[in-house]
């Protein structure tokens, strides 16, 4: 029997503004279905589209985001979400 399996990616590009310079990240969230037979084996790989609109992170933000990227786990895995 097989099975059908949603796959969610995020694509980040560049956004470069004058003379070349990076001033943004652009980030699409992309989603496919794929049907995977029960021994693991891809039987169709489904067709990728995007969802939604694509959002920008400024480049003067994307320090602040990583920060809560690493912040965040550190902080449930201390325990101190009780």
Same mark, same amino acid.
């Given at each position: 029997?097989?099975?059908?399996?949603?796959?969610?990616?995020?694509?980040?590009?560049?956004?470069?503004?004058?003379?070349?310079?990076? +001033?943004?990240?652009? !980030?699409?969230?992309?989603?496919?279905?794929?049907?995977?037979?029960? %021994? *693991? #084996?891809?039987?169709?790989?489904?067709?990728?589209?995007?969802?939604?609109?694509?959002?920008?992170?400024?480049?003067?933000? +994307?320090?602040?985001? !990583?920060?809560?990227?690493?912040?965040?786990?550190?902080?449930?895995? %201390? *325990? #101190?979400?009780?």
């Amino acid at each position: 029997m097989a099975v059908d399996r949603t796959v969610i990616n995020f694509y980040v590009r560049p956004v470069e503004g004058d003379e070349s310079k990076l +001033v943004a990240l652009r !980030v699409q969230r992309t989603e496919r279905v794929k049907r995977v037979s029960e %021994t *693991g #084996k891809t039987l169709n790989y489904g067709v990728t589209k995007d969802v939604g609109e694509p959002f920008e992170i400024p480049i003067g933000h +994307v320090s602040d985001l !990583v920060r809560e990227l690493a912040d965040w786990p550190i902080w449930y895995a %201390t *325990g #101190k979400d009780d």
